[in-house]
């Protein structure tokens, strides 16, 4: 597992750190914590309980990377299944993503975001891009890398911590630069958009600006 050096991607919060980990079985469960020991259990498939692990794993090697205490750390979900966790009682900010071969993972004391990572290759089918897609976006993003739009929207829906129910055309790309974006749901949440492509997956950060 390892950091990934930040400072030179376009857009990236200064404050949020990433990491990244190849999926493996071989992570020793004893990091888990009660509640987390119960819920790999639960887990019928070995592959999602590898992703399940090694997020875990990856998650305590940023802190490390951070320099936080990990006796003072405690991860946690809200109702709808979005992840934070408490340092102290101070409320701070994960999110996880994974693709068949890695999880990656972004965290911050101070900035709310959502993390989608999808691998290069991947196909998305036109059928299934238009239907994530409203009329208006249609219109001018249809020429745009499929992966990318995917990725953007998943980042953005993961922010807002809505989940499945979350139409993902009712959420709104928009290109402001050759490579930069932004999304608006309902004129409700706004987001900024990093997104950019490393270790050969497509990744999107959505995060509120301060």
């Not at 400072?7 to 990244?20: A, D």
């Not at 959502?114 to 001018?140: H, T």
Request: proline residues 2%; contains cysteine.
């Amino acid at each position: 597992m390892e950091k990934i050096d930040t400072s030179k991607i376009e857009n990236w919060p200064e404050k949020v750190i990433l990491g990244y980990a190849r999926i493996s079985d071989r992570y020793s469960k004893n990091v888990l914590s009660k509640h987390e020991g119960i819920e790999f259990s639960n887990f019928l498939n070995p592959k999602r309980q590898a992703e399940f692990l090694t997020a875990r794993h990856l998650f305590r090697y940023l802190l490390e990377q951070s320099g936080l205490d990990l006796s003072i750390i405690k991860l946690s979900k809200h109702e709808e299944g979005k992840p934070f966790f408490e340092i102290e009682g101070e409320h701070a900010f994960v999110s996880f993503s994974h693709s068949q071969s890695h999880v990656f993972c972004a965290l911050s004391k101070t900035i709310d975001m959502g993390l989608d990572v999808e691998q290069k290759s991947r196909v998305v089918n036109e059928r299934v891009l238009k239907r994530i897609l409203s009329e208006e976006e249609q219109a001018y993003l249809l020429r745009e890398n499929p992966v990318q739009l995917w990725t953007i929207k998943e980042a953005a829906v993961k922010c807002m911590g809505t989940g499945l129910r979350t139409n993902l055309n009712e959420v709104q790309i928009h290109k402001n630069k050759k490579n930069r974006f932004s999304v608006r749901f309902n004129n409700e949440y706004y987001f900024e958009i990093c997104s950019f492509k490393q270790l050969n997956h497509q990744i999107a950060l959505a995060y509120q600006s301060q």
